[in-house]
Nanobody
Framework: QVQLVESGGGLVQAGGSLRLSCLATGRTSSTYAMAWFRQAPGKEREFVSVISVSDGSTYYSNSVKGRFTTSYDHAKNLAILQMDALKPEDTAIYYC???????????????????WGPGTQVTVSS
């Protein structure tokens, strides 16, 4: 089992930045990838980014590419999502998720992931 807890959410003005963290505890030695998803009110959960824990390769949704950066600190078992140039449409609950094996399908699909954090609210005012 892996436990995930996000932190760093809050209220920020458009154009500002936030840095989200996701602390992983438990059997983290089996983690293959760490991803971020978000869910706005009335909308489906949306893929944001993913990072391979082994080689650091990353993949982003088109909506955040060039503005968000994800990274992973192996020493701390900590996934980071640096969010810059925030827009009101980035407002959502942000969730981190982990995958314990090579994905069997597209990494942008929520069903691929084994463990989830409770989420952290990000609100961007215009």
């Amino acid at each position: 089992q892996v436990q995930l807890v996000e932190s760093g959410g809050g209220l920020v003005q458009a154009g500002g930045s936030l840095r989200l963290s996701c602390l992983a505890t438990g059997r983290t030695s089996s983690t293959y990838a760490m991803a971020w998803f978000r869910q706005a009110p009335g909308k489906e959960r949306e893929f944001v980014s993913v990072i391979s824990v082994s080689d650091g390769s990353t993949y982003y949704s088109n909506s955040v590419k060039g503005r968000f950066t994800t990274s992973y600190d192996h020493a701390k078992n900590l996934a980071i999502l640096q969010m810059d140039a925030l827009k009101p449409e980035d407002t959502a609950i942000y969730y981190c998720a982990s995958k314990n094996s090579v994905p069997s399908g597209p990494v942008a699909v929520a069903g691929q992931y084994d463990f989830w954090g409770p989420g952290t609210q990000v609100t961007v005012s215009s």
